[in-house]
């Protein structure tokens, strides 16, 4: 099940956001991106279309973005294994399942600069 928030922003500006862009570029074939959200989310709704942009700016393949959709009692594939309270999270793993990073809705950065600069951090 794919999540319509996931769908890009068509109004946003990779201009704006080209560090992030080429943060997440770089690591385009090495990365899993996990997205847990719902499309009944305020939050999701506000965050993932702007993710969904960034990732696909940045040549992220599809493969690589896994969208899970909750309902509205936050309940779906990987919630238990994952521990995910809050949404939208977005789990970063290497292709061996190992998490790099995690977005929770509470940070204060939009996910694609938030992703990016822990990334940079990261590897």
Request: aromatic residues 8%; glycine residues 6%.
């Amino acid at each position: 099940m794919s999540l319509e928030t996931m769908q890009p922003n068509p109004t946003w500006d990779e201009a704006s956001y080209q560090e992030a862009v080429d943060t997440l570029a770089a690591h385009d074939d090495e990365l899993v991106y996990k997205v847990w959200g719902g499309d009944w989310c305020k939050d999701c709704r506000k965050l993932l279309p702007d993710l969904g942009a960034a990732l696909e700016a940045a040549g992220v393949p599809d493969d690589r973005i896994e969208e899970y959709a909750l309902d509205e009692d936050k309940q779906g594939p990987g919630v238990s294994e994952y521990d995910i309270e809050y949404i939208p999270t977005v789990v970063v793993e290497t292709d061996d399942g190992e998490e790099i990073i995690r977005f929770v809705e509470s940070e204060d950065l939009p996910p694609a600069i938030w992703l990016a600069k822990q990334l940079e951090e990261a590897l």
